[in-house]
């Protein structure tokens, strides 16, 4: 998300680099570039106004302190704006209600509801350890009810028994009563949407809130929605009464102009966002961590608690003392490119380091992207247990054998057996130098 628009705003500011001072002048042609930038991001216009008025006012007529430089300057000054576009501060879901607390999750038909819902289902169930229960209320669309059972069993999540022909009213008041009896301390109701927003559709979900008494409604947006994202979370806020937003598939859009128009279209905190596909890709929204990501600046935080989260201590501990050991083998490298996997790929990784999104382009010509790392893992599982663990193995018939299994090519098992002569010989100096198992387990949650 927001990668056109990072790309543009940092070609921006790299044009004012060095400069003593910021004339009006220059805040003018800056300001007229932002502008273009936010509306190619699909930026609502009414919002860019706003902004760019903020900008100015906080730009114009500054001077440059001795310590930075004129651009360091504008990235404060986008930054800030950013930030106060974006919310303060994170915000968690709110909860306190007598339980069960209600969480009401709506949106259109297609921006990622059930998905969520499992996502959010999943968040409070493993993070927070609360007992959970999921219910869609979509009887209309063909087998809605049966995706958020199973979504619900993968990351096991506890949903309402499907009984067939059965209202949308007469689900709630069953859920409900479910939620009480059982003991549960959170209900997420999945609503069932429309392919436009019509009075129907409205109506159901204003009867719906008022039989459960949300503590939270959450309206669910497509970060690949555009413009449109302004109309869908405008008319929601104003019929039904949004407490929250929740953005789906960033990860798919380069543009995230979503992001910034829904939560100062409606003034409602953007809490949550869906990193990906799986149940457990989910982040609390930090918005001065996405400012600096907007800005090219990365998110270093964020890629640290997504590392904690992700890599299993007790394996980063054994390959710490392998490396140590200098026994840096094939099975390590397949560990570490499996922690890179379950950390979001390449891509967001990549975006989390600061300076990387300039060469992002170079780095996509080069062919290194989530594939490419797939492609690796498949030649080293093509590999027999021998030749994981001694690489002098390999000879032009063997490299031909595992070409032919992993679906690849000799060439590419041969820049695969470079990469990994370079991270040997790297992870045996550290290891000699003793960085390797401290600066592992230094990173780790509750090691010492």
């Given at each position: ?81 950013l ?78 028994p ?13 859920a ?9 301390d959170?209900l ?19 009867a ?25 979370a ?10 929250a ?82 026994k ?6 397949e560990?570490?490119?499996l922690?890179m ?78 990469q ?27 090691s010492?």
């Amino acid at each position: 998300m927001f990668e056109s628009l990072t790309g543009r705003l940092s070609t921006i500011i790299d044009k004012l680099k060095g400069r003593g001072s910021l004339t009006e002048a220059d805040v003018t042609t800056a300001l007229r570039e932002i502008r273009v930038a936010l509306l190619e991001a699909d930026v609502a216009l009414p919002v860019v106004k706003d902004f760019i008025a903020q900008v100015q006012e906080k730009a114009v007529g500054q001077d440059v302190l001795r310590s930075i430089s004129a651009g360091q300057l504008v990235v404060k000054i986008v930054h800030d704006a950013l930030t106060d576009f974006l919310g303060q501060e994170v915000t968690e879901l709110t909860l306190k209600a007598t339980p069960p607390a209600v969480i009401l999750m709506v949106g259109l038909q297609g921006s990622g509801k059930t998905s969520m819902t499992a996502k959010v289902g999943n968040y409070l169930s493993k993070k927070q350890k609360r007992k959970v229960l999921m219910v869609s209320l979509d009887v209309y669309r063909p087998a809605a009810r049966e995706q958020l059972q199973t979504l619900g069993q993968q990351c096991h999540v506890e949903t309402l028994p499907i009984i067939a022909d059965e209202g949308v009213l007469a689900i709630t008041k069953r859920a409900l009563q479910a939620a009480r009896q059982g003991g549960y301390d959170v209900l997420i109701l999945d609503t069932a949407g429309r392919l436009h927003i019509d009075q129907a559709l409205m109506d159901e979900v204003k009867a719906v809130a008022e039989m459960a008494q949300p503590t939270e409604t959450i309206l669910v947006g497509d970060a690949m929605m555009g413009q449109d994202a302004v109309i869908v979370a405008k008319e929601f806020n104003e019929k039904v009464g949004v407490t929250a937003i929740a953005l789906s598939r960033i990860d798919g859009d380069g543009r995230g102009g979503a992001a910034l128009s829904m939560r100062a279209v409606t003034g409602k905190p953007l809490k949550l966002l869906g990193t990906g596909e799986k149940p457990d890709q989910l982040e609390l929204f930090h918005p001065d961590r996405i400012a600096t990501r907007i800005l090219g600046m990365g998110d270093v935080v964020s890629l640290v608690e997504r590392a904690m989260d992700t890599v299993d201590q007790a394996e980063a501990e054994k390959l710490a003392r392998q490396m140590q050991s200098g026994k840096f083998d094939f099975n390590a490298m397949e560990t570490q490119l499996l922690q890179m996997s379950k950390m979001g790929g390449l891509g967001n990784i990549m975006g989390m380091l600061p300076g990387l999104n300039k060469f992002k382009d170079k780095i996509a010509e080069a062919g290194i992207d989530d594939h490419f790392i797939k492609r690796q893992l498949a030649i080293i599982r093509s590999m027999t247990k021998a030749e994981r663990k001694d690489a002098t193995l390999l000879n032009g018939s063997r490299k031909r054998r595992i070409a032919l299994g992993s679906g690849t090519s000799v060439q590419e098992v041969n820049k695969l057996l470079k990469q990994y002569r370079g991270m040997s010989d790297m992870m045996k100096g550290l290891g000699k130098k003793g960085f390797l198992r401290q600066g592992l387990r230094g990173m780790m949650p509750h090691s010492r």
